[in-house]
């Protein structure tokens, strides 16, 4: 018999190391048995750390929801070790097995026909035909992967509504006691979630901009890729983007040309406007200007601001070319209007 589901919050969460090559295949093995078991295991990648449970498992797919106090089910992003286990899992069309081979293992996620919903059972897949595929490329967690022998589902390790973790300890920060174990491989590399594609339809389309640019896939697509939203963010075409997500406590103004009293200041290049000297924290993303060290800086910086407890945030004028798009789209969630649900 099926014993009864803990309390979201009733768990021992356990922190697996994995940040040498010796201690990743001990870590990456002991978090596989606990995804057989059901049990739920934050995971590094190289864009954010995943909150993994078997995807096959309905009631582990429900304690993920549970853990992140996520309002409503929402589709889930398999994660898989390589293009061969996505294959057996997906329908990949022509333009899903080029962009699989040219970025996997990416910050890359196809959207793709299910073809074993026994595997990604409904709940991680919201009841749609379509599943979310992604390889991604981290040692850590190709391991682990590897090891589970099944695909792992992988939403944001973070409370609902709050910023993706790119720490191990941002996810304790946020689930200590509610998952049951964290693999910890050190900072992730990206920073920004992966880039999602729709590859479901006749022609390709961008649901959510992420660590891969828009270009690369353009270059390998050769075409444009088209947003499947048509830049509308009250529709979403990827269910679970609500126009208010990513968000930090504090408060976030864009392109702001001064910074008001009692605001921290997210600044980039270098730039220092008026009011600057006043601010309650000031984090440069990249003082060199490079996005894709703003990118890898972005969740842990709103993490800081709000530690230091600023009512707001004060964020410069960002370019929006390459990894900016991605940025920009994160800051613009953290901006927008938000539901009672995640303001406290
Ligand atoms: O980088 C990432 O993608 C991270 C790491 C952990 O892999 N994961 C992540 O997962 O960002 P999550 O759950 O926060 O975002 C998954 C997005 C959601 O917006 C969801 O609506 C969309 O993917 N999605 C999943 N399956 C879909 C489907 N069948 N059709 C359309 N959108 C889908
Ligand atoms: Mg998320």
Redesign the pocket.
Same mark, same amino acid.
């Given at each position: 018999m099926t014993p009864p589901a803990s309390p979201a919050a009733d768990r021992a969460t356990q922190v697996l190391p994995a940040t040498s090559p010796a201690r990743i295949k001990a870590a990456a093995v002991a978090a596989a048995r606990l995804i057989a078991e059901g049990r739920l295991v934050a995971f590094p990648?190289e864009?954010?750390?995943?909150l993994g449970a078997d995807a096959g498992n309905p009631r582990a797919v429900a304690d993920v929801y549970a853990a992140k106090g996520r309002p409503a089910f929402? *589709? &889930?992003?398999s994660?898989v070790p390589d293009l061969a286990a996505a294959a057996r899992l997906g329908v990949l069309n022509d333009d899903a097995t080029r962009l699989a081979a040219a970025f996997w293992p990416g *910050?890359l996620?196809l /959207?793709v026909p299910c073809r074993d919903t026994d595997a990604i059972c409904d709940l991680a +897949?919201?009841g &749609?035909a379509?599943?979310?595929l +992604?390889v *991604?490329d981290h040692p850590a967690a190709l391991a682990f992967l590897a090891a589970a022998g099944r695909p792992v589902v992988? *939403?944001?390790?973070n409370r609902s509504g709050h910023v993706?973790p790119t720490l191990a300890a941002h996810v304790l920060a946020d689930l200590s006691g509610r998952i049951d174990a964290v693999l910890d491989a050190g900072p992730t590399m990206v920073g920004v979630?992966?880039t /999602?594609v729709?590859c479901s339809g006749p022609e390709p389309r961008l &649901? +959510?901009p992420?660590?891969l640019t828009r270009a690369a896939i353009e270059q390998v697509l050769g075409r444009p890729l088209p947003d499947a939203t048509g830049g509308d963010a009250a529709k979403p075409?990827?269910?679970? +983007?609500l126009a208010s997500h990513y968000a930090p406590r504090a408060a976030v103004r864009l392109d702001a040309e001064e910074v008001r009293p009692g605001e921290a200041l997210l600044t980039f290049d270098g730039a220092r406007p008026p009011g600057a000297d006043a601010a309650a924290l000031v984090i440069d993303l990249s003082p060199a200007g490079d996005l894709t060290e703003a990118a890898a800086n972005l969740y842990g910086a709103l993490r800081a601001i709000d530690a230091r407890g600023a009512a707001g945030i004060a964020v410069v004028p960002l370019p929006r070319e390459g990894l900016g798009e991605a940025i920009a789209d994160r800051l613009g969630r953290a901006a927008a209007p938000r539901p009672k649900d995640i303001q406290s």
């Open positions: 990648t864009t954010v750390y995943g929402n *589709p &889930l992003i994660h *910050p996620t /959207i +897949r919201a &749609l379509t599943t979310a +992604r *991604p992988g *939403p944001s390790a993706s979630e992966s /999602i729709d &649901l +959510r992420g660590g075409t990827a269910p679970g +983007r």
